[in-house]
């Protein structure tokens, strides 16, 4: 049990679109969701954090009205990129915790955005 | 400042040997730390995790220690095999309600 998806696993776009990025927990309930950005050979930097129903709690030096997060329930968070810019290229990746606490997480696949 | 460093960026070892992989820290007292897999492309699995208060954690090959007082966590891999090729993550956590904070990873080469 505790298997993560996103949707797509990968997306090319031009500048200035919006992209959507889905993560679902298939098998449990999510109390917690959580967003990380990953570039190439860096550590996994957590973006925010949702719980569902309210809104995402965001680390510091990361733009709310960029990285739109909503968490609609209890097993789907969604990313929207606003506005891309090649700078925002990177492996985005999802993970789910079936507490409010940050110690098991179960992660999904990443997402591969590429912005052109 | 705070840091977390994994120390080799990259690691090759025969087949059959055991893999340490090393993960120190600074200025951080972490209530528990957590070792990853990562395979390129894809999202990190969880592994171990070890509490400050455990000094040794084995799963099946693996296998964690955690000292407090060195700042550091050990993480070995007996009997390597080529598909243990990946990179590893070692992640801590302050208490339950901060969030993880990753090191960069090493990966690691099991040449057979």
């Known amino acids: 049990g505790a298997v993560v998806s996103q949707h797509p696993s990968w997306v090319i776009c031009k500048s200035g679109t919006s992209v959507k990025i889905e993560c679902r927990s298939l098998?449990?309930?999510?109390?917690?969701m959580f967003w990380y950005r990953q570039f190439p050979k860096q550590s996994l930097m957590l973006m925010a954090t949702?719980?569902?129903?309210?809104?995402?709690?965001?680390e510091q030096g990361v733009e709310k009205d960029k990285f739109l997060i909503n968490h609609a329930s209890l097993t789907l968070s969604t990313l929207t990129v606003t506005s891309a810019h090649p700078e925002d290229s990177s492996f985005y990746i999802c993970?789910?915790?079936?507490?409010?606490?940050?110690?098991?997480?179960?992660f999904g696949p990443g997402t591969r955005l590429t912005v052109l | 400042s705070q840091k977390i460093e994994q120390n080799s960026e990259a690691l090759n070892i025969q087949e059959g040997k055991t893999a340490t992989l090393t993960c120190n820290y600074t200025n951080y007292s972490p209530a528990y730390l957590q070792w990853y897999r990562q395979d390129p492309g894809r999202g990190p699995v969880f592994l171990l995790l070890i509490r400050e208060n455990e000094k040794e954690k084995r799963k099946e090959r693996l296998k964690v220690t955690f000292d407090t007082t060195l700042k550091q966590s050990l993480f070995h891999i007996t009997a390597s095999q080529p598909a243990d090729s990946a990179t590893y993550l070692c992640a801590l956590a302050p208490d339950l309600n901060t969030p993880l904070v990753f090191g960069k990873g090493t990966r690691l080469s099991v040449i057979a």
């Open positions: 993970s789910a915790s079936k507490t409010s606490g940050y110690n098991e997480q179960f």
């Open positions: 949702s719980n569902e129903g309210s809104k995402a709690t965001y």
């Open positions: 098998d449990f309930q999510a109390t917690t």
